[in-house]
């Protein structure tokens, strides 16, 4: 399916109502993992830092603990663990987590639940529909995103088909999710609104441009898992090895060893670090020269926003929503999925040309401070959530 691009916000759904009166509310936010941080996560601690801030009670209700929950009690968040909440299906455990969630809703009674990730999305719905409160579900990209089989999004796209009419909104994180979303039938467009990630900006120490590194450095923010691609990187950079160049690799997962084991026996390990989870990520983008972005798919990731806010150049790989992040020639360069080759010739054409390195994270920066500053995140969200409480009491 085409990506589209360049709809406007009567298009994605965007409505404003400037005569509507201003009112504070109590919120619940649902989301399945705590062992990891990864783009839905870190978006939900964005937005719920700035929702509180806002003067809106907001508490987070999260599966099991982990460093997620420990990011939550450094931010001072409200959070609840819940028991039965896990992210693989396993119906037994997800019949009690549908009973342990609408038994949260009902105890803490907020205006609006929003739900976020797919599992918490599913069970969700269906206890808030039994619980009659209004929810909102955000789709940090759709289960049945390309790049699986085709067997499996169907499966996956006929769950959400069946339990879409049970949120007063969805929201999508890019318009490619729109439409991919109704080209499989699984919601109406009017249900569906397109709000960016937004990331709080950063001061100009954590912005590149301060000094030109004689050896450039690639770096990649990702979680090592199946998702993303880190070893089409690490196969790319080994065809580079005749430039300057070093790479940092920041995440964690499953399939961090095995990817140090393919760096060893490229040749390539004395050239690259591998840094596990950092929490320090705007620091090391400032300190870097080009970001890239290896992966099999995506919804709409928040990494490269965090590179473009930083003044990086990206490379990445033409997935889901990154086409509205990434423009070819202008902030950096478009590979197809999987390409050794073209991304080998994206990464030599920046390493070689230090003005075209500028020129686009000079690009990009202005392009985050235009369309992905925080702010304007937490602005159509509340729009969508208000729209939200009011449908349903109507």
């Known amino acids: ?19 509507t009166e201003f009112f504070l509310m109590r919120i619940a936010q649902f989301i399945t993992r705590s062992d990891t941080i990864g783009g839905a996560s870190t978006h939900l601690l964005t937005l719920c830092e700035r929702l509180e801030k806002r003067g809106h009670d907001v508490t987070v209700f999260c599966g099991g603990g982990g460093v997620f929950t420990e990011e939550l009690k450094k931010k001072k968040l409200e959070y ?3 028991n039965h909440l896990v992210r693989p299906i396993r119906p037994f455990e997800d019949l009690q987590a549908l009973f342990e969630i609408r ?77 991919l979303a109704a080209d499989w039938a699984v919601a109406p467009r009017e249900k569906m609104v397109t709000v960016y990630n937004g990331v709080q900006d950063v001061n100009e120490q954590k912005r590149r441009g301060r000094e030109v590194r004689e050896t450039p450095r690639i770096i990649m923010v990702a979680r090592f898992e199946p998702q993303k691609d880190q070893p089409t990187l690490l196969r790319a950079l080994e065809k580079l090895r005749g ?80 086409s509205e992040q990434v423009r070819s020639g202008e902030n950096g360069s478009l590979v197809p999925p999987e390409d050794v080759s073209k991304l080998k010739r994206a990464l030599e054409d ?45």
């Open 1 to 19: 399916m085409a990506n589209v691009v360049g709809l406007n916000d009567e298009q994605r759904g965007y409505k404003f109502d400037i005569c």
């Open 80 to 82: 609840h663990s819940l």
């Open 103 to 179: 038994r949260e809703v009902e105890k803490l009674s907020p205006d609006i639940v929003a739900l976020h990730s797919a599992k918490a999305g599913v069970v969700g719905r269906i206890a808030c529909w039994w619980a009659r409160i209004p929810c909102v579900v955000t789709a940090h990209g759709w289960a049945f995103t390309e790049g699986k089989s085709t067997l499996r999004r169907y499966f996956l796209a006929v769950i959400e088909r069946f339990v879409a009419p049970l949120a007063e909104r969805i929201i999508t994180v890019s318009d490619f999710d729109q439409e």
């Open 243 to 322: 430039a300057p160049w070093e790479a940092w690799f920041v995440g964690d997962g499953p399939r961090l060893e095995q990817c140090v084991d393919l760096a060893r026996d490229l040749g390539i390990d004395d050239r690259v670090q591998f840094l596990g989870y950092r929490s320090d990520v705007p620091d090391l983008l400032a300190q870097s020269d080009i970001f890239v972005l290896s992966t099999h798919y995506e919804g709409f990731p928040i990494a490269t926003v965090e590179a473009m806010r930083a003044g990086l150049p990206i490379v990445a790989s033409d997935v889901g929503g990154v």
């Open 350 to 394: 920046l390493l070689q040309n230090e003005d075209k390195r500028q020129e686009m994270g000079k690009a990009g920066r202005e392009m985050f401070c235009e369309q992905f500053r925080v702010e304007k995140m937490v602005d159509r969200t509340l729009d969508v959530y208000k729209e939200a409480v009011r449908q349903r009491k109507r």
